[in-house]
């Protein structure tokens, strides 16, 4: 470590002096000493800094003029009242007039001391170099009378003019003092170095973007990840005014005069959108200037999307694309076409269908075809879980918000959604209670977990499902009105799969060579195909899919009888056989229960006017 001292010695008595004192120090090179030279005053200081001194020690004149002209601090070895008074001393052996030639800035108050001194002095005082001849021609015309007792360039004009002169030394005890002090200081100096390093390189290694100002909105601190955003480099940008380089930071120029401290803002700088904290730089309760951390939001996303990424692995993620799912009937054309413009946009999305008619997968499709396919997709249904327990899945809950919470909290399905799209199937199922938050959730963009203080913003699309109508919950008052229309921006009908006949067979073809293995027989013959075609299918794409693998397991079609549609062509006068009255009635029914619930009736309504319990008409409907 160079702890280098460089000094300007006034004469070759302080240089020796100096020496006698720190010889050590000055046979290891740690203390060079110069003599003064007067012409060259102003560079010697500079030679010193060249020669590798942290601190330069200099007398009256010499520290006046290298002040400025050097990137070190300069120790001053002043003339003390004690050292005039020993140089006055001497001069009163020569038995002249005493001229003493000092700078201004020198205290020396000889009213105070004349009675101990017992000399007449002549003070001559100056503030400039160029003074000091002057100063000294004045007593040529009796230069035998007088002594000049002064600076070492005092002292040389004396003598350049044949006069007698006496040097005023620097005593031990000061020289001791100054240069023990420089030494203290480089010492210093040498720890505020490294500790300033420690803080570049901290800052500098740290993901934020950190920026500071002074009282006078200068910068006073930049490290190089603010240079790679901002995209200025330090030289440029260091001690000048920040409105004049970052114009778009003016918000720390509002921090600096409201005095409050800003958190978690969101700014806009040019095509950067970032996050900052902002601060006042305090000491002591005396405010210092403002410091602003912030972070590129950009990078945050991708981060983010990483973080998606892997959760996809894991299962959070659309399969079924539009050209998945199978579709030669009319109806069902147009229901998909509809799907693809619907899920294109970004807004709400309610699906209606019969349990089992691929909502779900309708639902993953608009995913897939939206600008968010390349983030997660989250699908719950809302019946298959207990009220309490649906909202702990929904939103996540903090470490001990409950009894057998789990250690570190648990993040909600809305957060694994965020950026993506979450499915809340079946959502007419849920409680008013749940509906309630829900609602918010949709409003704000913002969840809350569980036993937790703080939100949490979403960016989440909301796809629902149900297989009943909405309208009529919101009418029996148990479902939420303003729920209601705000999940209803756009909506969605799938048909039954008795409403798209002509998909029966190739979906039942698609499963067969889907779940068939290599020896499987996926051969249908036409008895076959016109009762598939003929079956009611209540349990719909799902209930055809079971079909379909029992087929490749036993060969044989096991359908409920009474749910196929009887087509006999019979004439009049060749009956031959009896009509089921049991199957016409049943017929019939179905047709009555069907058209009196599109006509917006309730099920209790329906029960009610059938003269049946609403349990009973349940097990109609789901037959």
Wanted: net charge negative; hydrophobic share 40%; proline share 2%.
């Amino acid at each position: 470590m160079n702890n280098r001292i460089g000094v300007i010695a006034s004469d070759i008595e302080l240089k020796n002096s100096i020496m006698e004192l720190f010889l050590e120090d000055v046979e290891k090179g740690n203390i060079i000493i110069d003599i003064l030279n007067p012409d060259n005053m102003e560079e010697q200081g500079k030679i010193l800094e060249n020669k590798g001194a942290k601190v330069v020690v200099a007398r009256s004149g010499s520290y006046k003029y290298i002040s400025g002209t050097v990137n070190i601090p300069i120790v001053h070895l002043k003339i003390t009242t004690i050292d005039i008074l020993q140089a006055v001393k001497r001069a009163r052996k020569y038995m002249k007039e005493i001229v003493l030639v000092i700078w201004d800035e020198v205290y020396f108050n000889y009213d105070e001391w004349k009675d101990i001194i017992k000399a007449e002095i002549i003070l001559e005082k100056f503030k400039e170099k160029d003074e000091i001849k002057e100063k000294v021609e004045k007593y040529m015309v009796k230069k035998d009378d007088v002594i000049i007792v002064g600076s070492g360039i005092a002292c040389a004009f004396a003598r350049e003019y044949g006069m007698d002169n006496v040097f005023i030394n620097a005593g031990k005890e000061s020289i001791y003092e100054t240069i023990k002090y420089a030494k203290e200081l480089v010492d210093n100096l040498e720890y505020e170095k490294f500790k300033t390093e420690v803080l570049k390189t901290i800052l500098d290694g740290v993901h934020d973007a950190v920026i500071a100002v002074d009282n006078e909105q200068r910068v006073i601190l930049y490290n190089e990840r603010a240079q790679e955003l901002l995209g200025k480099d330090v030289k440029d940008i260091m001690n000048k005014k920040l409105p004049n380089v970052f114009p778009s930071l003016d918000f720390m120029i509002d921090i600096l005069e409201n005095r409050v401290d800003k958190h978690g803002e969101i700014k806009y700088l040019d095509d950067l959108i970032i996050t900052t904290n902002t601060s006042m730089l305090r000491v002591d309760g005396n405010t210092h200037g403002v410091l602003c951390s912030f972070q590129d939001i950009t990078k945050l996303q991708k981060l983010e999307k990483k973080i998606r990424y892997e959760l996809n692995k894991k299962g959070l993620y659309a399969k079924y694309k539009f050209e998945d799912l199978v579709a030669h009937d009319p109806i069902m054309k147009e229901t998909i076409e509809k799907a693809k413009k619907v899920g294109a946009s970004d807004c709400t999305v309610i699906i209606y269908g019969e349990s089992g008619t691929g909502k779900e997968m309708i639902a993953q499709g608009m995913h897939n075809i939206s600008q968010r396919k390349d983030s997660p997709f989250v699908a719950i249904n809302c019946a298959a879980i207990s009220e309490n327990l649906l909202e702990s899945e929904l939103f996540g809950y903090e470490e001990g918000a409950f009894t057998g919470a789990r250690k570190g909290g648990k993040p909600g399905l809305f957060e694994l959604a965020h950026g993506g799209t979450i499915l809340l199937d079946e959502i007419n199922s849920i409680s008013l209670n749940l509906q309630a938050k829900l609602l918010r959730v949709l409003e704000e963009k913002e969840i809350m977990r569980i036993g937790s203080d703080y939100v949490i913003p979403l960016n989440v699309r909301v796809i629902a499902a149900a297989n009943e109508e909405l309208k009529r919950k919101v009418d029996d008052g148990s479902f939420r009105r303003d729920l209601f229309y705000r999940l209803s921006i756009l909506e969605v009908r799938v048909p039954s799969l008795r409403d798209r006949r002509k998909d029966i067979i190739p979906l039942f073809s698609y499963y067969l060579n889907q779940l068939a293995d290599d020896k499987a027989n996926t051969f249908i013959n036409e008895e076959i195909e016109e009762k598939l075609v003929n079956y009611n299918w209540p349990g719909n794409v799902r209930e055809l899919r079971n079909v379909a693998q029992g087929y490749l397991l036993l060969n044989e079609i096991n359908l409920d009888e009474g749910e196929i549609i009887k087509h006999d062509n019979v004439d009049k006068n060749s009956f031959k056989g009896a009509l089921d009255l049991k199957e016409i009635n049943k017929f019939i029914e179905e047709k009555v229960i069907n058209m009196l619930l599109k006509q917006g009736l309730t099920k209790t309504e329906v029960a009610n006017m059938l003269g049946i319990s609403r349990t009973a008409l349940w097990k109609k409907i789901n037959k």
